[in-house]
């Protein structure tokens, strides 16, 4: 069954105090954050201080370690440092395969995620998804929003292309993919509108960045009530019609065909999942 990320939080890895309170949130996954979050000066003692914390039970929280670049003095002893120890090992500006194949020698074992936030990156979502040792993939906003020079909008209108290429990407290959984070975490309301538009893309979650914005993601990325229980009326419906020996049934005025269970049973399988988490 598919691990849930609804909720993806980012933790400097510099603050001790708010990796040990991570270990009682009710986030699906943690990504320590030992690049842009944490100043050039506390980069090494910040380095030791996750070391220690990846020691502590986190329960079922994915425990995933973004990295520096390998452009930078400090990436190749980050990602030998989190060779083993973490459930992923996350890589900033990814913007090609090569830029993975670079970092996958260093990391064997674990698997890695790409942060995709370059717009080199978007254009090569594709072949960046295909690589055999990645599972998941991050949207970073903020550097792209940048790289494009764009404005910031609550639509997200000039997002969008980026958007769109990255989750064409992850779902053709089978990996997780989650959105990019909310700047304003004191406006729930801007939030939860993001949020929405998120769920509604197709993304899997959405990479938070403090406590507060927790519930939000967990209750919009989670199946609701409503979908569960039309979710188990369609199944009902077909395979009542299935046994009458039609290949499609009606439910509620709409046509419910294969496609749309499989869907359906996913979806419950994913409200299981969740429920095992018990958040
Ligand atoms: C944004 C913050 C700097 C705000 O910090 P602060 O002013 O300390 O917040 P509060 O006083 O409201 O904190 C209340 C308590 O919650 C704990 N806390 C705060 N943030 C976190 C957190 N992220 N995880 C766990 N716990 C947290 C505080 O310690 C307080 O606890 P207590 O003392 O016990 O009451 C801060 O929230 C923060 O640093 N957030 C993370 C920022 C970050 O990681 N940024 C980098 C990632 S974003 C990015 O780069 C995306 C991408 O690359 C892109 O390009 O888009
Ligand atoms: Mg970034």
């Given at each position: 069954m598919t691990r849930p990320y609804r909720s993806v939080l980012y933790i400097p890895a510099s603050n001790a105090r708010a990796m040990d309170k991570?270990?009682?949130?009710?986030?699906d996954a943690i990504i320590f954050d030992?690049?842009?979050?944490?100043a050039p000066s506390e980069k090494v003692g910040a380095r030791d201080l996750l070391a220690q914390a990846l020691l502590a039970d986190y329960g079922a929280r994915a425990r995933i370690v973004r990295i520096n670049g390998?452009?930078?003095?400090w990436g190749e002893s980050d990602a030998r440092a989190f060779a083993?120890?973490?459930d992923a090992v996350l890589i900033p500006k990814?913007?090609?395969?090569a830029d993975l194949d670079r970092v996958a020698d260093f990391v064997p074992e674990t698997p890695l995620w790409a942060m995709m936030e370059t717009a080199e990156g978007m254009l090569n979502a594709s072949e960046i998804a295909a690589h055999p040792r990645i599972r998941g993939m991050v949207m970073g906003t903020n550097d792209l929003a940048k790289e494009l020079n764009a404005r910031f909008r609550a639509d997200r209108l000039p997002m969008m292309a980026g958007l769109g290429l990255c989750l064409l990407a992850a779902r053709a290959h089978g990996r997780v993919i989650v959105d990019g984070v909310?700047?304003?975490?004191?406006d729930e309301e801007g939030l939860r509108a993001e949020c929405e538009q998120g769920r509604d893309l197709g993304f899997d979650g959405k990479t938070l960045?403090?406590?507060?914005q927790l519930s939000v993601a967990n209750e919009i990325f989670g199946p609701s009530e409503a979908e569960l229980d039309l979710a188990r009326r369609q199944i009902e419906a077909y395979e009542a019609a299935r046994l009458q020996g039609k290949g499609v049934a009606v439910l509620d005025g709409r046509i419910v065909e294969n496609l749309h269970i499989v869907s359906a049973r996913a979806m419950l399988a994913k409200a299981e999942a969740i429920a095992k988490l018990g958040s």
């Open positions: 991570a270990r009682t949130l009710a986030a030992l690049e842009d979050a944490v390998f452009d930078t003095e083993r120890g973490a990814v913007s090609r395969s909310f700047n304003a975490f004191k960045i403090h406590p507060a």
